[in-house]
């Protein structure tokens, strides 16, 4: 059975600094999705990663991808407190199957 | 514009009541699924379908119903059934199965009275 871990699942940070989310899972899958939520409201797809070594960026957030140890992290530089916000990872297996979420509190 | 339209965003339910969620499509996906939502927890698959006319058990399906009879449409039944039903649930749409991610609806909270 498939196993989407995330870590952690609450991070409270001050604005302007770095920090990182992983999402470590349990099979080969070569696909994994990030999405943000705002509370009450639906998910946002903000980054999809198709391969190995697949990097991508928009605005201060990066999502990398390793498939060999099955990881994958979203990176967040020079918080502001837009991004507060419960973010998921999501693998491809037979279906999708999505992480518990980190809950993300940027303070001002 | 594209998209998926969940009805209604807000529905309450009487005990021993059956509700529908509807959920529609025009993105021309041939996949779509239902997910249910409780609060502070991630995301949990009730029902998904890749073709007209079929249709799989996710990880919690015991207490709802779907139907896929149009490729755009895949309504959520929740029945008298289904204990806890309290949640907000959310249906999403990809070109096929599991492929480049998926579009989400707005969902519907549902509330039991």
């Known amino acids: 059975e498939l196993k989407v871990e995330q870590n952690p699942l609450f991070l409270s940070m001050q604005e302007g600094k770095n920090y990182t989310i992983y999402c470590n899972y349990s099979?080969?899958?070569?696909?994994l999705y990030w999405y943000r939520q705002d509370p009450g409201k639906s998910l946002e797809s903000l980054f999809v990663?198709?391969?190995?070594?697949a990097v991508k960026q928009e605005g201060r957030l990066m999502a990398s991808l390793d498939t060999k140890a099955r990881l994958s992290t979203l990176h967040i530089t020079a918080a502001v407190h837009d991004l507060s916000a419960t973010y998921f990872c999501?693998?491809?297996?037979?279906?999708?199957?999505f992480g518990k979420g980190t809950r993300l509190h940027i303070l001002p | 514009d594209g998209g998926i339209t969940q009805s209604p965003k807000y529905l309450f339910r009487k005990e021993g009541q059956n509700v529908t969620l509807s959920c529609e499509q025009n993105?021309?996906?041939?996949?779509m699924y239902w997910y249910r939502q409780d609060p502070g927890q991630g995301l949990r698959l009730i029902y998904y379908?890749?073709?007209?006319?079929?249709?799989q058990k996710g990880d919690i399906a015991e207490g709802y119903s779907v139907s896929r009879e149009k490729k755009e449409s895949f309504p959520l039944t929740v029945t008298s059934a289904q204990k806890n039903p309290t949640a907000f649930y959310l249906c999403?749409?990809?070109?096929?199965?599991?492929?480049?991610?998926?579009?989400f609806g707005s969902g519907t909270r549902l509330t039991v009275v």
């Open positions: 990663l198709l391969s190995n070594g």
């Open positions: 379908s890749q073709i007209v006319n079929d249709f």
């Open positions: 999501a693998v491809v297996d037979d279906k999708i199957i």
């Open positions: 099979t080969t899958s070569d696909r």
């Open positions: 999403a749409s990809s070109i096929a199965l599991g492929e480049r991610g998926y579009t």
């Open positions: 993105l021309n996906h041939d996949a």
